[in-house]
């Protein structure tokens, strides 16, 4: 999901040592490699591998980016299993049933619409993904202000969410 397919390719080509041994390895063709392998030294700027006869030699600056590539795979790939194993579809919102059914669910109307798998489950249990808090305000004359506070497994849904509420309703 993440990754980005120019550094796969980089990597099999210095795992493997050879343009045609890594397109074997990862089902393309030899052509795609050197196409990716192109790209990635011109975005870089560098040189990534000397190309002898038959075989390919990592550059100094190729060992060091190697380090990095494999640290960027391996983050690509916790991420992946994070979101596989996470439940994107509900989003538990801590607030009382007032707020809930008077405020979030009209104005998330059209939030629900654009992201129909996404559930929004009204909870006034400390377990959840996003709490809407009233805050008084201690200040005579001025309104009440709504805080949020969500948590980063579900921030993609949430933060959505937050932007849309404040936005509409102001706070």
Same mark, same amino acid.
């Given at each position: 999901?993440f990754?980005?397919?120019?550094?796969?390719? !980089?990597?099999?080509?210095?795992?493997?040592?050879? !343009?045609?041994?890594?397109?074997?390895?990862?089902?393309?063709?030899?052509?795609?490699?050197?196409?990716?392998?192109?790209?990635?030294?011109? %975005?870089?700027?560098?040189?990534?591998?000397?190309?002898?006869?038959?075989?390919?030699?990592?550059?100094?600056?190729?060992?060091?980016?190697?380090?990095?590539?494999?640290?960027?795979?391996?983050?690509?790939?916790?991420?992946?299993?994070?979101?596989?194993?996470?439940?994107?579809?509900?989003?538990?919102?801590?607030?009382?049933?007032?707020?809930?059914?008077?405020?979030?669910?009209?104005?998330?109307?059209?939030?629900?619409?654009?992201?129909?798998?996404?559930?929004?489950?009204?909870s006034?249990?400390?377990?959840?993904?996003?709490?809407v808090?009233?805050?008084?305000?201690?200040?005579?004359?001025?309104?009440?202000?709504?805080? !949020?506070?969500?948590?980063?497994?579900?921030? !993609?849904?949430?933060? %959505?969410?937050?932007?849309?509420?404040?936005?509409?309703?102001?706070?």
């Amino acid at each position: 999901m993440f990754q980005d397919f120019r550094l796969k390719v !980089f990597a099999a080509v210095a795992e493997a040592g050879s !343009f045609t041994k890594a397109a074997e390895r990862l089902g393309i063709s030899q052509a795609a490699v050197s196409q990716n392998i192109s790209l990635l030294e011109s %975005k870089t700027g560098v040189r990534l591998f000397d190309r002898l006869h038959r075989e390919v030699v990592l550059t100094k600056a190729g060992r060091v980016f190697l380090g990095y590539v494999r640290n960027i795979l391996k983050a690509c790939s916790e991420a992946d299993i994070m979101f596989a194993e996470l439940d994107q579809r509900t989003v538990t919102v801590s607030v009382s049933e007032d707020i809930f059914t008077t405020y979030l669910i009209p104005v998330l109307a059209d939030f629900l619409t654009v992201h129909p798998d996404v559930i929004l489950v009204r909870s006034e249990a400390g377990d959840h993904d996003l709490a809407v808090y009233v805050v008084p305000s201690s200040i005579p004359g001025k309104n009440s202000s709504v805080e !949020f506070l969500y948590k980063p497994t579900q921030a !993609f849904a949430c933060t %959505k969410t937050c932007v849309v509420l404040r936005k509409i309703l102001g706070f």
